[in-house]
């Protein structure tokens, strides 16, 4: 009996040592397409700043970035951590080999664009995990894109005032109105690309994704009803309208936005995803029709 029991304690105790070591091969899997996926994530991203960065901004700080759709790509599909490393190497890395040619600087890179990368993307993948549908993403991306950017223009404007003595005797609302200005610009040049084709960068994907064990859950997003849709659209292109109003038609104007077509990128961005927004809601309104 003695005998019977050892065994069996001892087969037990095998089945639970094969068990636990056929899961580490798993957690090695995982935590190393993670690192490969951000990776790759960082160098797409910081190829897509090198080609975009000779458009000039209305400040001469910053640049024009429709590669932020890397990021976004990547964080709705791969999740938060991945879209926000990803999104906060690839920017240093871009910074970094710009500033060889004296167009950006690397500190300036690490105080501002790697954290407001890292925080915007991280805040888009986790929300996107939270609420999978493609109408939260919507709101979802938009919010991302207004906090990431707001701590870039803080990174930027704190920075300035350091080391720049005209920066630093600037009166508090000028600051604050620059900070916005900043925020509003990236948000009104980075929303139309992120919005409408992030959704069909993930559709183009599918086969790929549906091979790649990570990320599968947080990619399965869902249209829901067409009226959804319309409604996140309408809501974001409402805000942009907004801001062009403020900018246009109150003293806050000419703090906020350099020149006239930075206000017009306002409308232009409120154009493009109310057009996604109406696009959408009708493919989605035909599809159900019998």
């Not at 490969?36 to 970035?65: E, K, M, N």
């Not at 690839?90 to 910074?95: A, L, P």
């Not at 900018?247 to 409120?270: C, D, N, Q, R």
Request: with cysteine; charged share 10%.
């Amino acid at each position: 009996m003695r005998s019977f029991k050892y065994d069996k304690e001892s087969s037990l105790s095998e089945g639970k040592v094969k068990a636990l070591t056929s899961l580490r091969p798993a957690k090695t899997t995982s935590r190393s397409l993670k690192v490969s996926l951000i990776s790759v994530s960082a160098a797409l991203y910081a190829a897509a700043i090198a080609v975009t960065s000779p458009i000039p901004t209305p400040w001469g700080v910053g640049h024009f970035r429709p590669g932020v759709l890397v990021p976004a790509f990547f964080a709705v599909v791969c999740g938060p951590i991945v879209g926000g490393a990803g999104a906060a190497i690839g920017c240093f890395i871009g910074d970094f080999a710009l500033s060889m040619f004296g167009l950006t600087n690397p500190l300036l890179s690490l105080v501002a664009g790697v954290p407001g990368n890292f925080v915007g993307f991280y805040l888009l993948g986790w929300l996107a995990s939270k609420y999978r549908s493609w109408a939260s993403f919507v709101a979802s991306s938009f919010v991302a894109l207004i906090v990431g950017n707001l701590i870039a223009a803080l990174g930027v404007v704190g920075f300035f005032s350091f080391i720049v003595p005209d920066w630093a005797s600037w009166p508090v609302d000028v600051k604050l109105a620059t900070v916005m200005g900043f925020t509003f610009f990236w948000v009104a040049t980075m929303a139309p690309f992120v919005i409408p084709f992030t959704p069909i960068l993930v559709r183009g994907a599918k086969p790929i994704l549906s091979q790649i064990e990570m990320g599968t859950g947080v990619s399965k997003m869902s249209w829901g009803k067409p009226i959804s849709i319309i409604r996140s659209s309408v809501a974001v292109a409402v805000v942009l309208v907004a801001i062009y109003v403020i900018g246009e038609y109150t003293p806050w104007g000419s703090l906020l936005f350099s020149t006239f077509w930075v206000k017009m990128l306002l409308l232009i961005a409120a154009g493009v995803v109310f057009a996604f927004g109406v696009i959408v809601t009708f493919i989605l309104i035909w599809r159900e029709k019998p």
